[in-house]
């Protein structure tokens, strides 16, 4: 990504990045490893807002599922209606989102029921790890998270929705809390 926005792009800037779609899911703390997500952290770092898109992969959460070969034509489908949106609510010749905000977009397995704004899952990771051979893992996605708890990314993709999460750009300068102006004294 930053290749791309600072040579491909430079002087430049595209009006959006879209990142993904990514196969499997982005929720909870398994956005953190995300390649896809932070792909469009590194836009929004640049000044460029963006979108992460992934989609779910009904084998990821049941390895015994039947369910057919993960299909990205409803997400693909989605995220062209969802950019339309974004785009018809531009102000002018405006940012198509705030500044240093993004999008992290998970599709659900079949045909979503609709959209949810959710917060990110509290779910550290959902990642387990499985010694193959002695002292040599693999990971492997696991399904943990707030299943029950729709107002989480993770739980409103389980109940069949989109689950849209706002991402933010790290700080650059500043940014402290005020609250923790005491942390610089330490020596």
Do not use: W
Not at 67 to 87: H, K, R
Not at 112 to 126: E, F, M, N, R
Not at 147 to 153: Q, S
Request: with cysteine.
């Amino acid at each position: 990504m930053h290749f791309g926005l600072s040579h491909l792009f430079k002087g430049k800037a595209p009006d959006l990045v879209v990142s993904g779609a990514n196969h499997g899911i982005n929720t909870g703390g398994a956005a953190n490893n995300s390649g896809t997500v932070n792909a469009a952290i590194e836009a929004l770092e640049q000044g460029v807002p963006a979108i992460a898109i992934s989609t779910e992969d009904p084998a990821e959460c049941d390895p015994e599922t039947t369910a057919p070969p993960l299909d990205f034509t409803e997400t693909a489908s989605y995220t062209s209606e969802l950019v339309a949106a974004i785009a018809s609510h531009r102000d002018g010749e405006g940012p198509l989102l705030p500044a240093g905000v993004g999008l992290n977009v998970t599709y659900p397995a079949g045909k979503a029921k609709g959209t949810k704004l959710t917060a990110a899952d509290v779910d550290p990771a959902q990642v387990d790890y499985v010694e193959t051979t002695p002292g040599q893992f693999e990971a492997v996605p696991s399904c943990a998270g707030t299943a029950d708890d729709p107002a989480t990314d993770f739980g409103a993709m389980r109940a069949g929705y989109v689950a849209i999460t706002q991402l933010e750009a790290p700080q650059k300068q500043g940014g402290v809390a005020d609250d923790l102006d005491y942390l610089a004294e330490l020596k």
